[in-house]
């Protein structure tokens, strides 16, 4: 019989040995969780979470090897690949019509160091991307440790929003609040889960929103997973919320077809709870994205010739080019284009060339009964031609 802890033992040893490589081979890779506003259901963006696909292990949450990366030194490291990963993606989406700002998480010690805001700055560059596309997300830890560089202070010059992450599980951030350039404060998952259960949880919850509220900074709610919960944020006033209820975290492929599949129109569920200014629509029960009115208006045109076929419309168009309208219809018409009188009877002459030989056809000339006569020509009488 195995023991579970020197298992434990064994996994952290192997995690600790191959991480570096894996950081540099490419195995820790990102996902992303969209973030909705709760009382309209805008969808907001998205945050950047890590995951380590190992060859052997399969998936690993991050708390199965970040205690690691801190342990080893790697954190700056991990941070510009986050970083970099994230604007990547970021950027491919806007190419593809959907401008979805990103969150990222960063180490407790990149606040401290003075190149850190450089480093932002050149990451932004390389990918094109503006300063306000993008939010880092830093911990209780790194807002109350000394900044001697002014890192917070230039990311904000640089149009970068600031989050703090995991907020409500201590109290000597929310008394440095007023002091910390941040927009935006995330309440921590061990806040948010109990709220419907226990009513001290809510009424710490509460306080945190409402003094949130009085310095002007938004609050996120994170791992909402229940429709109860969500009712117990809206009625506190919070302002954004993710967790499963929502969407679960997606690979940025899977992203990019979650956002694809409400432009053409694929999963729509007959009562969307909110609607987004990127044009989506989710269904917090289905965790499902669903199109806004005007992408479906401007799909239709798309969706009708993807039905009847482009060789069936072009050859539509084109009997529709040559069907006579008849003498009192193609006389206004030439007077609003300005036709000569000669030309409007040579266009006569061979419109009714055309049913002249429609006539002469078995089949066709069947067509020509009497409640279609108000489509064939009328002889040519040149008297009636009003010039």
Known sequence: ??????????????????????????????????????????????????????????LL????????????????????LMLDRALHYHRRWAEAGWTVPVSVNIGPDCI??????????????????????????????????PDPGNSLKKLRELGVGLALDACGTGFSSLERL????????????????????????????????????QL????????????????????????????????????????????????????RRSEPRRSTSLGIRVDHATAEPTPHWWRSIAGAPAAFIEKVGMPSLIFALAILAVLPLGRSSTSGLHRRFGLRARERRRRRGRLQGVFTQVRG????????????????????????VRL
């Not at 805001?117 to 990918?127: P, R």
Request: glycine share 6%.
């Open 178 to 213: 007023g002091d910390q350039p941040v927009q935006m404060i995330k309440l921590d998952i061990s806040l948010v889960r109990p709220l419907a259960e226990n009513p001290s949880f809510r009424k710490i919850a509460e306080l945190t929103i409402e003094l949130a509220h």
């Open 216 to 267: 002007d900074i938004q609050v996120v709610a994170e791992g909402v997973e229940t429709a109860a919960v969500r009712h117990q944020l809206a009625s506190l006033g919070c302002d954004f919320a993710q967790g499963y209820l929502y969407a679960r975290p997606m690979l940025p492929a899977e992203l990019f077809a979650w956002l694809a599949a409400a432009h053409r129109g694929k999963d």
């Open 361 to 384: 056809c078995p089949y066709l000339s069947g067509l020509a009964t009497s409640r279609h006569r108000t489509h064939v020509l009328p002889p040519r009488r040149p008297s009636a």
């Open 61 to 80: 949450a991050p708390s199965q090897f970040l205690p690691l990366v801190e342990e080893l030194g790697l954190s700056e490291s991990l941070n510009n």
């Open 112 to 145: 401290a160091d003075s190149r850190f805001s450089g480093q932002v700055a050149d990451v932004l560059a390389l990918h094109h991307v503006a300063g306000r596309m993008l939010t880092l997300e830093i911990t209780e830890q790194s807002a109350s440790a």
């Open 1 to 58: 019989m195995t023991d579970p802890a020197a298992n434990e033992l064994e996994l952290n040893d192997t995690l600790r040995r191959e991480l570096p490589s894996a950081l540099a081979s490419g195995q820790l890779i990102p996902f992303f969780q969209p973030e909705v506003q709760i009382s309209s259901g805008n969808l907001v963006g998205v945050e950047a979470l890590v995951r380590w696909e190992h060859p052997e292990y399969g």
